[in-house]
């Protein structure tokens, strides 16, 4: 089917799974919604913290795609939300029109999907891709600088590579920068606070086999750990996993 077709799915309900995989080829968009009074410090805060949080589209004064897919509802072209009060999920939802306000600004965040193409067409398999489960994301100790109210850590993915071909899978992220380029670490999860790789606190956790070393990406769902951080009172976001897939191609943010 058609991107179109696949977020008119969504729109009816027919599909809330996670989206990787999906329309193979086409830029996938992590999502933060804010009330108006947060969004400049936030938008700042992304600027500065940009490989974690690469903010690809602001719509504010609406809640209608201009850039990544003209005319596309973010109210329910998602196939889950995460409404959060004080800093806390407090329950999943497939539209956010009964949320609504008009001064929601909404910001669509690079997500490391969109990379996952090049990656496949390079021969380099994807363990989560594979299973058609979530992809695996922990909590770290790498702090973010901070702007006003907003603080705290990365969130990151991670993507078991055949040790042969981890070089590979760094040459060819780094050429999405707008997507969390690079890893982040390769190899010592420990590193970065992650006690038991087996153990996510997003996604699905998957085998790490004996060939094969862990590589660990910025992640948009960074975002849901720090409203988490500063208990912001209201805030919508995508569920982890369950993300905006948008008209543009992954060659179009190839660099």
């Given at each position: 089917?058609t991107?179109?077709?696949f977020?008119e799915?969504?729109a009816?309900?027919e599909?809330?799974?996670?989206?990787?995989g999906?329309?193979s080829?086409?830029v996938q968009a992590?999502?933060?919604?804010l009330?108006?009074?947060?969004?400049d410090?936030?938008?700042?805060?992304?600027?500065?913290?940009?490989?974690?949080i690469p903010?690809?589209?602001?719509?504010?004064?609406?809640?209608?795609?201009?850039t990544?897919?003209?005319?596309?509802?973010?109210?329910?072209e998602?196939p889950?939300?995460?409404?959060?009060?004080n800093?806390e999920?407090v329950?999943?939802?497939k539209?956010?029109?009964?949320?609504?306000?008009d001064?929601?600004?909404?910001?669509?965040?690079?997500?490391?999907?969109?990379f996952?193409?090049s990656l496949l067409?390079?021969g380099?398999?994807?363990r989560?891709?594979?299973l058609?489960?979530?992809?695996?994301?922990?909590?770290?100790n790498?702090?973010?600088?901070?702007?006003?109210?907003?603080?705290?850590n990365?969130?990151?993915?991670?993507?078991p590579?055949k040790?042969e071909r981890?070089a590979?899978a760094?040459v060819?992220?780094?050429h999405?920068?707008n997507?969390?380029?690079?890893?982040?670490?390769?190899g010592?999860p420990?590193?970065?606070?992650?006690k038991?790789v087996q153990?996510?606190d997003?996604?699905?956790?998957?085998e790490?086999?004996d060939?094969e070393?862990?590589l660990?990406?910025?992640c948009?769902?960074?975002p849901q750990n720090v409203l988490?951080?500063?208990?912001l009172?209201?805030?919508i976001?995508h569920s982890p996993g369950?993300?905006?897939?948008?008209?543009?191609k992954?060659?179009?943010y190839?660099?």
């Amino acid at each position: 089917m058609t991107v179109k077709e696949f977020r008119e799915k969504i729109a009816k309900g027919e599909f809330d799974k996670p989206t990787a995989g999906y329309c193979s080829g086409h830029v996938q968009a992590n999502m933060v919604v804010l009330p108006k009074e947060y969004a400049d410090s936030f938008e700042e805060f992304a600027k500065k913290n940009s490989k974690a949080i690469p903010v690809l589209e602001v719509v504010k004064g609406s809640h209608f795609s201009q850039t990544l897919a003209k005319g596309a509802n973010l109210l329910n072209e998602l196939p889950s939300y995460d409404i959060i009060e004080n800093g806390e999920k407090v329950k999943s939802v497939k539209s956010i029109e009964e949320y609504y306000k008009d001064d929601f600004v909404f910001f669509l965040i690079g997500c490391s999907f969109t990379f996952e193409t090049s990656l496949l067409q390079n021969g380099i398999s994807l363990r989560h891709v594979d299973l058609k489960t979530n992809v695996t994301m922990y909590d770290t100790n790498i702090e973010l600088e901070p702007v006003d109210m907003f603080k705290g850590n990365m969130v990151v993915s991670m993507r078991p590579i055949k040790k042969e071909r981890v070089a590979d899978a760094c040459v060819v992220t780094s050429h999405f920068p707008n997507m969390h380029g690079t890893p982040i670490q390769v190899g010592y999860p420990e590193m970065i606070g992650i006690k038991d790789v087996q153990n996510p606190d997003y996604g699905d956790a998957v085998e790490i086999k004996d060939d094969e070393i862990p590589l660990f990406w910025p992640c948009g769902v960074t975002p849901q750990n720090v409203l988490r951080e500063v208990k912001l009172p209201f805030a919508i976001t995508h569920s982890p996993g369950h993300m905006f897939v948008s008209d543009k191609k992954d060659s179009d943010y190839y660099v």
